[in-house]
T-cell receptor, first 115, second 112 residues
Framework: KAGVTQTPRYLIKTRGQQVTLSCSPISGHRSVSWYQQTPGQGLQFLFEYFSETQRNKGNFPGRFSGRQFSNSRSEMNVSTLELGDSALYLC??????????????FGPGTRLTVL | ELKVEQNPLFLSMQEGKNYTIYCNYSTTSDRLYWYRQDPGKSLESLFVLLSNGAVKQEGRLMASLDTKARLSTLHITAAVHDLSATYFCAVDISKRADKLIFGTGTRLQVFP
C-alpha cells in the first residue's frame, strides 16, 4: 500500500506571495490532517478534513486554509506569506475510527522557505 | 489549553546505557502515540497506546501509559547509535487519531 504523499517536497517563495501544498492520503483513509513544524513552535496542528468537511481547526490565522476533494486528496493554502511561515508542513492521514487501533500516518512533508 | 510536556528536551547518552523519556499531559486522554523523527525527515510511528496501563515494546524501546497520572514513558534499554533521533509523544484528544497535540520532543544522541 502506498503511503501518504506530498507535493512539492521543497518550495521557496517570497513574502506576500501565496502557496498551495498538496497531500494524497493512504488509500481508504478519509481523514487528512495538516501540521506545521518549526524549530521555535514545534509541531502544531493546523486543521483536519474528513469527507470534504473541515472537522477540526488549530489556532492559526485565516491566511491558512485548506480543502479536501471527493477522492480524499487535500490541499492547504497559505496566502500573504510571512517570514514566520517558513516551516516543514506535514500531512497525515487516518481511518478516523473512534475505537480500536487507529493512528495517523505522516507524509514526507513539504519544506517551505519564505524569503 | 492542553499542554504536552516532554523531558528531557535533550539527552546525550552512552551506548549500552538505559534511560527514560517522560511525557506529561494536562487533559484526560487514553490515547497516546510515540513518533520518531530523523533530521530532515518525517515522523515514523513507534507506538500506539490506547488504554490505561498499556505497555508496548519493540526492540530496545518500551512505551507505557498511565492515564490517571497523565504520564507516558519511553524507556530505552542498552542504547545504540541507531537510536539517535528526536522522539515525540502526541496526545489524541479527538479519539479518532485526527487531531494530535505533540510534545516538545526529546532529541536523543547516543555516542560510543
Amino acid at each position: 500500500k502506498a503511503g501518504v504523499t506530498q507535493t512539492p517536497r521543497y518550495l521557496i517563495k517570497t513574502r506576500g506571495q501565496q502557496v498551495t501544498l498538496s497531500c494524497s492520503p493512504i488509500s481508504g483513509h478519509r481523514s487528512v490532517s495538516w501540521y506545521q513544524q518549526t524549530p521555535g513552535q514545534g509541531l502544531q496542528f493546523l486543521f483536519e478534513y474528513f469527507s470534504e468537511t473541515q472537522r477540526n481547526k488549530g489556532n492559526f490565522p485565516g491566511r491558512f486554509s485548506g480543502r479536501q476533494f471527493s477522492n480524499s486528496r487535500s490541499e492547504m493554502n497559505v496566502s500573504t506569506l510571512e517570514l514566520g511561515d517558513s516551516a516543514l508542513y506535514l500531512c497525515a492521514s487516518s481511518l478516523a475510527f473512534t475505537s480500536g487501533h487507529n493512528e495517523q500516518f505522516f507524509g514526507p512533508g513539504t519544506r517551505l522557505t519564505v524569503l | 489549553e492542553l499542554k504536552v510536556e516532554q523531558n528531557p528536551l535533550f539527552l546525550s547518552m552512552q551506548e549500552g546505557k538505559n534511560y527514560t523519556i517522560y511525557c506529561n499531559y494536562s487533559t484526560t486522554s487514553d490515547r497516546l502515540y510515540w513518533y520518531r523523527q530523523d533530521p530532515g525527515k518525517s515522523l515514523e510511528s513507534l507506538f500506539v497506546l490506547l488504554s490505561n496501563g498499556a505497555v508496548k515494546q519493540e526492540g530496545r524501546l518500551m512505551a507505557s501509559l498511565d492515564t490517571k497520572a497523565r504520564l507516558s514513558t519511553l524507556h530505552i534499554t542498552a542504547a545504540v547509535h541507531d537510536l539517535s533521533a528526536t522522539y515525540f509523544c502526541a496526545v489524541d484528544i479527538s479519539k479518532r487519531a485526527d487531531k494530535l497535540i505533540f510534545g516538545t520532543g526529546t532529541r536523543l544522541q547516543v555516542f560510543p
